[in-house]
């Protein structure tokens, strides 16, 4: 009786460490996904109407790299794919428009009058602007944000394929 | 003479895969220590005057945990590490004041005077004060900040011992 118990909890062994190490392989691989995704490169699917003629309305994916912005290679004109400071859980992609120091004038309602407002933007901020001012919540809404929201820049379009490129 | 070349480049080849798999191992290491660093708790230096008397002026290690923020468990009161709005290189240590929505009456400059100002936290946004109003500068200074700058929550002190504790 007990070497059957015996051989049946040895065969048991053998099982679970051949399965723990599948896991563990599943495991690395996700890992260096994750870091990849995250650090160097990834795909986003974007979508809305506030990049227009940029991106299109119903949906892109780029590929956007995220070590520029970790050196402080972010520049004017740059898309880039920032963390909106109204939602935190919301990622948007915005043009930036003022680098911190710059000094920017812009209309406040663009389909109202001409009536500007002009702006200093503050150390360690940037300017963030959609390429479609009639439909697009940026920086002329809610001012600056902190360049550290930034997370990533848009480097090409992958999807749909007839778009496929560079984004100008 | 092609043996021996050929004997050697075995013997390379041996230590080569030996090597392989011992910085395969260290890297596996790293990479899993990075992700309990930043996702999970971390010990951190913290040093300056602008939480006195809470944290010391000379310098703290505090255990922070980074899961809280990511699930909006941050609430007022908490001791938080934020990355500074200022300068995205440099993370600050401060105290939730404010949530989003909430009125805020501060007084601009305790030294002088008792003129206050009164502001409505925008969506998205938290209100952060260091504990030594003479000694900080914080939202009193540089507004309100977005929630992704919270980067984790401080659990309590470890060092010096005899300080080793929580922060109150």
């Avoid at 062994?13 to 723990?20: D, L, M, S």
């Avoid at 915005?94 to 309602?109: H, I, M, P, Q, W």
């Avoid at 360690?124 to 990533?152: C, K, M």
Wanted: glycine content about 8%.
């Amino acid at each position: 009786m007990r070497t059957r118990v015996l051989s049946f909890l040895n065969q048991w062994r053998g099982t679970a460490k051949e399965a723990f190490e599948n896991v563990s392989i599943v495991a690395k691989f996700l890992c260096l996904l994750h870091v990849t995704d995250r650090y160097i490169i990834s795909s986003t699917h974007v979508q809305g109407p506030s990049m227009l003629p940029t991106l299109n309305l119903t949906g892109d994916v780029i590929l956007a790299e995220h070590l520029s912005h970790r050196f402080g290679k972010i520049g004017l004109g740059d898309v880039v794919l920032v963390r909106s400071p109204r939602d935190p859980n919301r990622m948007v992609t915005k043009r930036v428009l003022g680098l911190e120091g710059d000094r920017l004038t812009f209309s406040a309602d663009p389909l109202v009058g001409d009536s500007s407002v002009s702006v200093v933007i503050p150390k360690g901020h940037v300017w963030i602007q959609g390429d479609n001012l009639y439909a697009s919540t940026d920086s002329r809404h809610f001012g600056p944000i902190p360049y550290s929201l930034i997370e990533g820049k848009a480097l090409l379009r992958v999807w749909p394929p007839e778009y496929f490129g560079s984004l100008r």
